[in-house]
T-cell receptor, first 115, second 114 residues
């Protein structure tokens, strides 16, 4: 029973490039959440998605950031024209479609470094 | 929106002693409170959670208490071991609503000294 999967685990980009982060939820989970963790800080909510729908994007910057969770395939967090301040660990979490829906399980994260 | 404050930011205890981490929340509508343990470079792992219809929950050496009136909840670790050393995060959210985001505290770096 695989857990939440994220790739890549590490990503290096130069300023101005695009970063694309992928998240596959646990089997049976249709709710996906993205969080950002700056060095030595807590996790900050970015966006909550269900299949083909963005439910809450209140924590995501309005410019350069976008997220999707298509009918087929992983959820993707996309950062365009990256800047040094985007350097952080980005964690994806998923929760069940039924039953105890509020419990969120985290993936291993993608550590983004912008040079 | 919800705001969660967590104390202390760092905590050192001797092996075998108990550790207590405290969190307060602002939104009285919050009703689900998980605790996560994060080792260096690893994912946050759920270690225990509590819902607002109970005041205390225990799982072996770990317990969580909730005071809804005062809007605070605490993590208690007894008989600490070196492998308990990690950063612990509390969080709060509202079950059953569309707004399911977890609001996290700022974390507590727990060091268990052998």
């Amino acid at each position: 029973n695989a857990g939440v999967m994220q790739n890549p685990r590490h990503l290096v980009r130069r300023r101005g490039q695009e970063a694309r982060l992928r998240c596959s939820p646990m089997k049976g989970h249709s709710h996906v959440y993205w969080y950002r963790q700056l060095p030595e800080e807590g996790l900050k909510f970015m966006v909550y998605l269900q299949k083909e729908n963005i439910i809450d994007e209140s924590g995501m910057p309005k410019e350069r950031f976008s997220a999707e969770f298509p009918k087929e395939g992983p959820s993707i967090l996309r950062i365009q024209q990256v800047v040094r301040g985007d350097s952080a660990a980005y964690f994806c979490a998923s929760s069940p479609s039924t039953g105890v829906q509020e419990t969120q399980y985290f993936g291993p994260g993608t550590r983004l470094l912008v040079l | 929106g919800e705001n969660v404050e967590q104390h202390p930011s760092t905590l050192s205890v001797q092996e075998g002693d108990s550790a207590v981490i405290k969190c307060t929340y602002s939104d009285s509508a919050s009703n689900y409170f998980p605790w996560y343990k994060q080792e260096l470079g690893k994912r946050p792992q759920l270690i225990i959670d509590i819902r607002s219809n109970v005041g205390e929950k225990k799982d072996q050496r770990i317990a969580v208490t909730l005071n809804k009136t005062a809007k605070h909840f605490s993590l208690h670790i007894t008989e600490t071991q070196p492998e308990d050393s990690a950063v612990y995060f509390c969080a709060a959210t509202m079950r059953g609503s569309a707004a399911r985001q977890l609001t996290f505290g700022s974390g507590t770096q727990l060091t268990v000294l052998p």
